[in-house]
């Protein structure tokens, strides 16, 4: 959904009621389409569980130690050739 652009140099507060009527509309267009969603899922027996649209924290950590091996593993393969190169010299 697309909104037209407000000059921003206009007051203030006839700005942040621009934002409040633009969210409100908003809002209102997801509501009517989530509901919409719901009947189309029930009307076909379809019965989804919802997703929240942050991330879980099983997935951060998850991220986090999979980058922290690979951090891990890089640093010992790069001691590793090192020290290979000084019993070399």
């Given at each position: 959904?697309?909104?037209?652009?407000?000059d921003?140099?206009i007051?203030?507060?006839?700005?942040?009621?621009?934002?409040?009527?633009?969210h409100?509309?908003w809002?209102?267009?997801l509501?009517?389409w989530?509901?919409d969603?719901?009947?189309?899922?029930?009307?076909?027996?379809?019965?989804?569980?919802?997703?929240?649209?942050?991330?879980?924290?099983?997935?951060?950590s998850?991220?986090?130690s999979?980058?922290?091996?690979?951090?891990?593993a890089?640093?010992?393969?790069?001691?590793?050739?090192?020290?290979y190169?000084?019993?070399q010299?």
């Amino acid at each position: 959904m697309t909104y037209p652009k407000v000059d921003l140099s206009i007051d203030p507060q006839v700005l942040e009621s621009y934002d409040l009527e633009m969210h409100r509309r908003w809002t209102s267009r997801l509501d009517e389409w989530t509901r919409d969603q719901g009947e189309y899922e029930l009307e076909r027996g379809i019965h989804m569980t919802p997703v929240s649209p942050g991330l879980s924290e099983s997935y951060i950590s998850t991220e986090e130690s999979r980058h922290f091996t690979y951090m891990l593993a890089g640093l010992t393969a790069f001691c590793a050739a090192m020290t290979y190169l000084y019993m070399q010299m």
